[in-house]
C-alpha cells in the first residue's frame, strides 16, 4: 500500500504549483518569476515521468512471458506488488501518449526553427536585425549559435524611432538570456503532465515581461516601451512564426497586463516572495509539493528494487 501511495502523489502534486504560478507575477520580478517556475516544473514532470514508469514496470512484472527478467513473473513477485496488470498497461499506456506528445513538441520546434531560418537566410548577418520587406506587422527572436532579431517592414514603419529602439531590445533580451530554453522545458514538463500547464503559461508571461523590463531600462524609458507594446499589438493579429518570441503577441499573456506593469515601478529584484505577501505561502506550498513528489519517487523507487530483490533473489 505505501508505494502505491508513493507512486501516485507525483502525478497529482504539481497542483500544488498552482497558486505560485497565478501570483508569482505580482511580487517578483519575472526573471525570478521566470526562473522559479521552471525549476518547479522540471523537478515535477520529472518525478512524474519515473512514477509512470515504475508504475508500468509493476503492471508488466505481473504478466507471464514479459520481456522483463523471468524471475519477476513468479508468483512470489506477483502476489507482492501491489498493482494489476491494468494498472501497469495504463501506465504504459500514458507512457506512449506523453512521448509521443515529447517527440510532437520536439518536431514541431526543429520545423518552426527551420522554417524560420530559410525565411532569413537570404539576408546577410550584421550588426542589426534581420529586416524582411513584408507588409505584415511581426518581429520575433530567432535563437541560434548566431541568434537573429526579425522585424518586417510592416512593424517597423508602425513604430517611433524610441519605439523601434525598445522592440529590438526586447528581442535583443529573449536572445540574451535563452528565453526559448524556458519555453521548451516547461512544454515538455507540461506535456509530461498537463497539471503543469499553468506553470508553462505563467512562464510564457514571464518571458515578455522579463524582456520587457530588460527593454525599458535598455532605452531608458518605460513609457515608450509601454507605447510599442501596445502600438504593435493593435497592429499584429498573431505570431508570424507560432512558437517563437514574438514582439506583442497575445498568446503568451494579456498586453494590457504587460503594458500596466510598464507603466508602474520596476519590478523589485527578490528571488524569493515576502513571506507575508499571498505568494510567500503558495511559493512554500509549490516547494513542499515539489520536494514531495521528489522523495515519493525516490522511496517507491527503491521500495520496487528492495521488493523485487527479496523475491527474486540473485
Not at 13 to 24: M, N, Q
Not at 37 to 45: N, S
Not at 79 to 84: G, K
Not at 141 to 169: C, F, K, N, W, Y
Amino acid at each position: 500500500m505505501g508505494v502505491s501511495v508513493f507512486l501516485f502523489l507525483p502525478l497529482v502534486l504539481p497542483l500544488t504549483a498552482l497558486p505560485i504560478s497565478r501570483l508569482a507575477e505580482q511580487h517578483l520580478h519575472p526573471r525570478s518569476a521566470t526562473r522559479l517556475l521552471t525549476g518547479f516544473g522540471l523537478a515535477m514532470a520529472v518525478c512524474s515521468m519515473l512514477c509512470l514508469g515504475l508504475l508500468g514496470v509493476l503492471g508488466t512484472a505481473q504478466i507471464p512471458g514479459n520481456p522483463l527478467p523471468d524471475s519477476w513473473s513468479d508468483p512470489e513477485v506477483r502476489d507482492i506488488v501491489p498493482f494489476h496488470v491494468e494498472v501497469g498497461a495504463g501506465a504504459i499506456a500514458m507512457l506512449v501518449v506523453v512521448l509521443a506528445a515529447v517527440a510532437r513538441t520536439l518536431v514541431r520546434r526543429l520545423r518552426v526553427g527551420t522554417r524560420a531560418r530559410r525565411a532569413v537566410a537570404h539576408v546577410p548577418y550584421g550588426e542589426g536585425p534581420a529586416v524582411l520587406p513584408d507588409d505584415r506587422p511581426y518581429a520575433y527572436a530567432l535563437p541560434g549559435t548566431q541568434g537573429r532579431i526579425v522585424v518586417s517592414t510592416g512593424m517597423l514603419e508602425h513604430l517611433a524611432e524610441d519605439e523601434r529602439a525598445a522592440l529590438l531590445a526586447h528581442e535583443q533580451a529573449h536572445l540574451t538570456h535563452r528565453h526559448h530554453r524556458y519555453l521548451l522545458a516547461t512544454r515538455l514538463a507540461a506535456c509530461v503532465n498537463p497539471f503543469l500547464r499553468p506553470l508553462h503559461r505563467a512562464v510564457a508571461y514571464g518571458t515578455e515581461r522579463w524582456a520587457d523590463e530588460e527593454a525599458a531600462g535598455a532605452v531608458g524609458d518605460r513609457r515608450a516601451t509601454a507605447r510599442a507594446v501596445a502600438r504593435a499589438a493593435l497592429v499584429t493579429h498573431r505570431a508570424a512564426v507560432p512558437g517563437l518570441a514574438a514582439f506583442a503577441d497575445p498568446s503568451p499573456g494579456p498586453v494590457p497586463r504587460r503594458v500596466a506593469a510598464l507603466l508602474g515601478p520596476v519590478p523589485s529584484g527578490r528571488a524569493w516572495p515576502p513571506a507575508l505577501s499571498p505568494a510567500g505561502p503558495a511559493a512554500m506550498l509549490a516547494a513542499a509539493g515539489t520536494a514531495a513528489s521528489a522523495l515519493s519517487a525516490l522511496n517507491a523507487a527503491t521500495a520496487l528494487l528492495l521488493v523485487l530483490k527479496a523475491a527474486t533473489p540473485l
